[in-house]
């Protein structure tokens, strides 16, 4: 009797982490055609948009949808250095085209950043750039599923652990009492490991042209003149250091590095644009 006893206690014990595990398999059923496999999917998507956009002539266009395509791309796919190489060559043509648009127009540029030198860019990334390359190829909606799950194993075996002490003959088959704390720690890892990329985008806010734009000294075309002899070319791109209160106007500032391509790269204090006219797009790679 105290043999079934101690088996029924230890079950007990146990059914947290059986329930949990089921709701993870459940869960990873109904969801793997949605979104855990299709960073890959969402990245050669944007490489086509790019490589459409560039033919026929929206260089604005162009250059956003292949930042979003190198931001997606990490070398662990099948195929993902021949996509890699693609996207890279198919983004320097790109920037080399608004580049020689912004010569073109008469726009000043800074020594080194003509558009031969757009060629190298890129060269040399550092470390962590490199890794948020990895970060970002993981869906966030995975990323958040990870965490949550993680969370949930932490407060099963939580569960287990407070079962396994009033239960006879139970504590010694209850899982470690370390493992809460482990799988607790581990659930904020992932936790950083889901914001990490959001944080940093939100912190360096750059952005594209996807329109020519000539900008103005103040949030308004009509009170405020030019900030510039020209139009800034679609595809420049930029850092956004300001906002409107209503969100219609941004403040633009010329990119971390020289040599990011178009005519962004040479003003100084570029001014105010539409947001209509900019879009948000993840921070390039070795800047």
Same mark, same amino acid.
């Given at each position: 009797m105290s043999v079934s006893n101690a088996? +029924?206690?230890?079950v007990w014990a146990w059914t947290p982490l059986v329930l949990w595990a089921v709701c993870v398999v459940v869960a990873v059923v109904w969801s793997r055609g949605s979104f855990v496999f299709d960073a890959g999917a969402r990245a050669a998507g944007h490489y086509d948009a790019g490589t459409r956009a560039a033919m026929s002539g929206d260089l604005g266009r162009a250059v956003l949808e292949l930042r979003r395509a190198q931001a997606?791309?990490?070398p662990w796919w099948r195929d993902a250095d021949?996509?890699?190489d693609r996207i890279e060559g198919n983004?320097?043509?790109a920037r080399r085209r608004v580049a020689a648009a912004a010569v073109g127009a008469g726009e000043g %540029?800074?020594?080194g950043a003509d558009p031969a030198t757009v060629e190298g860019r890129g060269q040399g990334r550092p470390l962590g750039d490199v890794a948020l390359t990895y970060v970002r190829s993981v869906p966030l909606s995975v990323r958040i599923?990870?965490?949550a799950a993680t969370a949930g194993l932490a407060c099963a075996l939580g569960a287990s652990r407070l079962l396994a002490r009033g239960a006879a003959g139970s504590r010694s088959a209850a899982p470690p009492p370390w493992s809460p704390w482990f799988a607790a720690c581990l659930a904020a890892a992932l936790a950083g490991f889901a914001a990490v990329d959001g944080v940093v985008d939100a912190h360096r806010a750059e952005a594209v042209l996807v329109r020519a734009v000539l900008p103005r000294q103040g949030p308004d075309d009509l009170t405020y003149a030019p900030a510039a002899a020209v139009a800034l070319p679609a595809g420049s791109e @930029? +850092? %956004? %250091?300001?906002?409107? @209160?209503?969100?219609?106007?941004? +403040?633009?500032?010329?990119p971390r590095q020289s040599g990011t391509g178009g005519a962004a790269t040479g003003a100084v204090g570029l001014g105010w644009a539409p947001a209509w006219?900019?879009?948000m797009v993840a921070p390039a790679r070795g800047e």
């Open positions: 088996t +029924r206690a230890r997606l791309h990490a021949a996509l890699g983004l320097r043509e %540029v800074v020594p599923a990870l965490t @930029a +850092r %956004v %250091v300001a906002r409107t @209160a209503d969100g219609l106007w941004v +403040r633009l500032a010329p006219a900019v879009e």
